[in-house]
């Protein structure tokens, strides 16, 4: 298990519902601090070798806490031992409905098998229930815990959006799609996205005010000529008291952490298709403004005190001196994505680890502003010798460029 990180318990079940593309039967903590997701061994495979043996690349992903294989014997039991680090903070109902939710998708599987076998020519058709059949999850930290209004878009990277083993209709379908969008265009694709207050008109919003644009939208309303304004949409929101200066401060965040996803897939030898980057960032201007509030009062009090504990160091014509060797002082001001009044030293979106904390214990876990996390390995592997994966690297470059403006 890579994740050590205690969670809370939670007693009851909470679907998750914060999913904006991807295949049907994710299950969740009511928490929403974990993200039990049906997944096909490769990737497995996938989580288990990078977390392993890269950890630059580890740490674009969501942390990865285990696996769990469920099988028409799986009892509540069998996951306990499957998880012995996670399972405690895992409630029965949310243990129950994995059993239930797996022995389900084996039944359909069976059934689906004994379809096939009938005598009919049929080609590749695509999965309209967006259910994959599997024995196999992965569980993750859930990327949207923390925030109060979660604003999520799912980017699906890649103008070639099949593996090298998939039939040739999915082939020639996946070619077509690609053509059709901002795949081939850009080489990504907003593949799904929710967002607060999302639309002028309240009746298209849910029971919690996000308005929900699934992957039609992407497919059939966005295109090359309108990519940077669907991404605006995103970020820039008047109505949930997202202005021009907060969103430019997000535009800025998330084009930081862009860079550095370019930076890490450009050394790294990977093959990827069909995975995508996850947007996440707090929807309500109002939680938003109050979260990097709080971050700037915990850092300037953090550099308060590492001041106070250089005493020792002389200070001369901007420049400080220790033991002779002179080091640049960035004139009173902090280095970071966040410029002006919103500037932060790291605006992360995780809350830090233990080692993180102050020792007074007065800060436990930092406000939750943005997260950027790649997503989506069921078609992903290493590939040493093969040199970086410019197929994905195509859409990271994409959206840097549109951050960049969007960030202006």
Same mark, same amino acid.
């Given at each position: 298990?890579?994740?050590?990180?205690?969670?809370?318990?939670?007693?009851?079940?909470?679907?998750?519902?914060?999913?904006?593309?991807?295949?049907?039967?994710?299950?969740?903590?009511?928490?929403?601090?974990?993200?039990?997701?049906?997944?096909?061994?490769?990737?497995?495979?996938?989580?288990?070798?990078?977390?392993?043996?890269?950890?630059?690349?580890?740490?674009?992903?969501?942390?990865?806490?285990?696996?769990?294989?469920?099988?028409?014997?799986?009892?509540?039991?069998?996951?306990?031992?499957?998880?012995?680090?996670?399972?405690?903070?895992?409630?029965?109902?949310?243990?129950?409905?994995?059993?239930?939710?797996?022995?389900?998708?084996?039944?359909?599987?069976?059934?689906?098998?004994?379809?096939?076998?009938?005598?009919?020519?049929?080609?590749?058709?695509?999965?309209?229930?967006?259910?994959?059949?599997?024995?196999?999850?992965?569980?993750?930290?859930?990327?949207?815990?923390?925030?109060?209004?979660?604003?999520?878009?799912?980017?699906?990277?890649?103008?070639?959006?099949?593996?090298?083993?998939?039939?040739?209709?999915?082939?020639?379908?996946?070619?077509?799609?690609?053509?059709?969008?901002?795949?081939?265009?850009?080489?990504?694709?907003?593949?799904?996205?929710?967002?607060?207050?999302?639309?002028?008109?309240?009746?298209?919003?849910?029971?919690?005010?996000?308005?929900?644009?699934?992957?039609?939208?992407?497919?059939?309303?966005?295109?090359?000529?309108?990519?940077?304004?669907?991404?605006?949409?995103?970020?820039?929101?008047?109505?949930?008291?997202?202005?021009?200066?907060?969103?430019?401060?997000?535009?800025? %965040?998330?084009?930081? #952490?862009?860079?550095?996803? *370019? !930076?890490?897939?450009?050394?790294?030898?990977? @093959?990827? &298709? /069909?995975?995508?980057?996850?947007?996440?960032?707090?929807?309500?201007?109002?939680?938003?403004?109050?979260?990097?509030?709080?971050?700037?009062?915990?850092?300037?009090?953090?550099?308060?005190?590492?001041?106070?504990?250089?005493?020792?160091?002389?200070?001369?014509?901007?420049?400080?001196?220790?033991?002779?060797?002179?080091?640049?002082?960035?004139?009173?001001?902090?280095?970071?994505?966040?410029?002006?009044?919103?500037?932060?030293?790291?605006?992360?979106? %995780?809350?830090?680890? #233990?080692?993180?904390?102050? *020792? !007074?214990?007065?800060?436990?876990?930092?406000? @939750?502003? &943005? /997260?950027?996390?790649?997503?989506?390995?069921?078609?992903?592997?290493?590939?040493?010798?093969?040199?970086?994966?410019?197929?994905?690297?195509?859409?990271?470059?994409?959206?840097?460029?549109?951050?960049?403006?969007?960030?202006?």
């Amino acid at each position: 298990m890579a994740g050590t990180r205690e969670l809370p318990t939670h007693a009851d079940l909470q679907p998750y519902n914060h999913a904006v593309a991807g295949h049907d039967g994710t299950l969740s903590d009511a928490g929403g601090e974990l993200f039990v997701k049906p997944c096909v061994q490769q990737e497995i495979d996938f989580y288990e070798k990078t977390f392993a043996e890269h950890p630059e690349f580890a740490s674009l992903m969501p942390m990865f806490l285990g696996t769990l294989a469920l099988n028409d014997a799986s009892t509540v039991r069998t996951i306990d031992e499957q998880l012995p680090g996670v399972a405690d903070h895992l409630s029965q109902g949310l243990k129950e409905e994995a059993v239930k939710r797996a022995k389900n998708a084996l039944a359909e599987g069976h059934t689906n098998a004994e379809a096939e076998e009938a005598p009919i020519n049929i080609g590749w058709q695509p999965n309209k229930n967006r259910r994959i059949v599997t024995d196999m999850s992965v569980v993750l930290e859930n990327s949207t815990y923390g925030f109060k209004k979660p604003n999520v878009l799912d980017a699906k990277l890649g103008r070639r959006l099949w593996a090298d083993d998939a039939p040739l209709e999915k082939k020639k379908r996946f070619d077509e799609i690609s053509r059709q969008t901002t795949n081939g265009s850009h080489g990504f694709r907003i593949a799904g996205m929710r967002v607060y207050k999302g639309s002028d008109n309240p009746d298209e919003w849910d029971a919690e005010g996000f308005k929900i644009f699934n992957k039609d939208y992407g497919r059939f309303h966005v295109n090359k000529d309108n990519i940077v304004q669907a991404m605006a949409g995103f970020i820039f929101n008047e109505r949930a008291g997202i202005d021009k200066e907060l969103g430019r401060a997000v535009a800025q %965040a998330f084009l930081h #952490d862009l860079r550095r996803v *370019e !930076e890490v897939l450009s050394k790294s030898e990977t @093959r990827m &298709y /069909s995975a995508s980057l996850l947007f996440t960032f707090e929807g309500d201007g109002e939680a938003l403004r109050a979260a990097i509030e709080e971050h700037n009062a915990i850092i300037s009090k953090t550099e308060s005190a590492e001041q106070e504990e250089e005493e020792e160091f002389t200070v001369l014509n901007g420049t400080t001196e220790l033991n002779g060797i002179e080091a640049k002082v960035l004139n009173g001001s902090v280095d970071g994505p966040i410029q002006g009044d919103l500037k932060v030293v790291e605006l992360m979106g %995780a809350p830090p680890s #233990d080692s993180e904390e102050e *020792e !007074e214990g007065e800060m436990t876990t930092m406000p @939750r502003v &943005y /997260s950027l996390k790649l997503i989506d390995f069921a078609h992903a592997s290493w590939v040493p010798g093969q040199g970086p994966d410019e197929n994905s690297l195509l859409g990271v470059r994409s959206l840097i460029k549109i951050f960049e403006e969007l960030a202006q």
